[in-house]
C-alpha cells in the first residue's frame, strides 16, 4: 500500500445515517496519525453495482458492507475469503490494487471479544446459540475454529436452525433443537449466546430466552449493543453469571477490517470510546 496517499474508506448501506462505524473509524485513522477519511455512504441495492465500480475507479482502499448488502454484494467482488465464502455473506471488502476481496469479520471479531472481555475459555465448552438468521452464521463458523465440544442451536424456526448444523456439521457437533427444548439445551451449556434482534432497542422488555433456565450457565453472551445490557443480560447477571454484551463484537470487527486495510493493529480501546462517546 501507498502510505503518502490519505486513505479512501468507508461503509456502505441503506439506511446508513445511524451507524457509528464512521466515528469509530475515524477515531481510528487520527489515533494512528494516519491520512483518511471513513466515510458513511447511502447506497440503495439499485446502485449496488454502481458503488462497486466508484470503489475501484475512485481508489477506495477498503468499505465495510452493512444491512442490506451483506450477501448481494458477493457477485461483484473478485475474490472471497473462506471466512465470507462460508458464512454466505461479506462486512469488508479489502480493495489490493483494484482487485476487491471479500471478508467476513463478523464472527471473528465476535470471538475476540469474548476472549478478551470475558476471558472466556471456548475449546472442549458446551455453547448454545440462540437463533439461526445471518448473524448466528458468523459466530458459529468462527466458534467451530476454537473447538468447542459441543454447539447446540435454538431457534424459533426449527428447520432453520436445522439446516445451519447441517452446513456445519463436517467441522463441529452442532445439534438443532426447536426452541421450546431450551431447558434440555441449557442444562449443561457453559455459555449462551443471543443472536436474535429480540430486546434490542425500542423492545428492550424482549427475552430470547426464560432467564430461570439458566442454572448453571457461566458466561450470558448478547450480540445487542444497544441497549448496553439488555434484559437478558440483566437477568443472567442477577443470577450470577458473568455477562458479555456486543459492543465488543462491533468494535473487533471494526478492528479487523482496519487491520485489513492499514496492516497495522488496530487502536481497539480509542474506537471503543469513540462509539461509546457516538450513543451518549
Ligand atoms: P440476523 O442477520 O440479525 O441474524 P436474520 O437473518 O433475519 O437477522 O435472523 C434473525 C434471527 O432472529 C432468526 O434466528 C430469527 O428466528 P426465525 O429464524 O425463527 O425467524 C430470530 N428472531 C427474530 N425475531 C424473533 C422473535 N421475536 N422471537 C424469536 N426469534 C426471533
Redo the contacts with the bound molecule.
Keep these: 500500500m501507498n502510505r503518502q496517499r490519505a486513505l479512501k474508506l468507508g461503509v456502505i448501506g441503506d439506511p446508513i445515517a445511524h451507524s457509528k462505524s464512521p466515528a469509530m473509524h475515524n477515531a481510528a485513522l487520527r489515533e494512528l496519525g494516519l491520512e483518511g477519511e471513513y466515510a458513511a455512504i447511502h447506497v440503495t441495492p439499485q446502485r449496488l453495482g454502481d458503488m462497486i465500480r466508484s470503489v475501484r475507479e475512485d481508489g477506495y482502499r477498503g468499505i465495510n458492507v452493512t444491512?442490506p448488502h451483506?450477501e448481494n454484494v458477493m457477485p461483484y467482488l473478485d475474490e472471497l475469503g473462506e471466512d465470507a465464502r462460508r458464512i454466505g455473506a461479506v462486512n469488508t471488502i479489502v480493495n489490493e490494487n483494484g482487485r476487491l476481496i471479500g471478508r467476513n469479520t463478523d464472527g471473528i471479531g465476535y470471538v475476540r471479544s469474548l476472549k478478551e472481555e470475558a476471558a472466556a475459555e471456548l475449546t472442549g465448552r458446551r455453547i448454545v446459540v440462540?437463533?439461526?438468521?445471518?448473524?448466528?452464521?458468523g459466530i458459529v463458523h468462527a466458534l467451530a475454529a476454537e473447538a468447542p465440544d459441543r454447539i447446540t442451536l435454538l431457534?424459533?424456526?426449527t428447520q432453520?436452525?436445522e439446516e445451519l448444523a447441517r452446513e456445519w456439521s463436517d467441522l463441529i457437533d452442532l445439534v438443532a433443537l426447536p426452541?421450546d427444548r431450551a431447558a434440555q439445551a441449557l442444562e449443561s451449556a457453559d455459555l449462551v449466546i443471543n443472536?436474535?434482534?429480540?430486546g434490542m432497542h425500542p423492545h428492550v422488555d424482549?427475552l430470547?430466552l426464560d432467564p430461570a433456565l439458566l442454572r448453571g450457565t457461566e458466561i450470558v453472551s448478547d450480540?445487542i449493543y444497544n441497549p448496553l445490557e439488555t434484559r437478558l443480560l440483566r437477568l443472567a447477571r442477577e443470577r450470577g453469571c458473568r455477562t458479555h454484551g456486543g459492543l465488543g463484537m462491533f468494535v473487533y470487527q471494526g478492528a479487523y477490517a482496519l487491520e485489513y486495510w492499514t496492516g497495522v493493529p488496530a487502536p481497539v480501546s480509542a474506537m471503543r470510546r469513540a462509539v461509546l462517546a457516538s450513543m451518549e
Aim: no cysteine.
Design positions: 444491512i451483506k440462540i437463533g439461526a438468521g445471518g448473524a448466528a452464521r431457534n424459533r424456526t432453520r436452525a426452541a443472536t436474535t434482534s429480540v424482549g430470547p450480540l
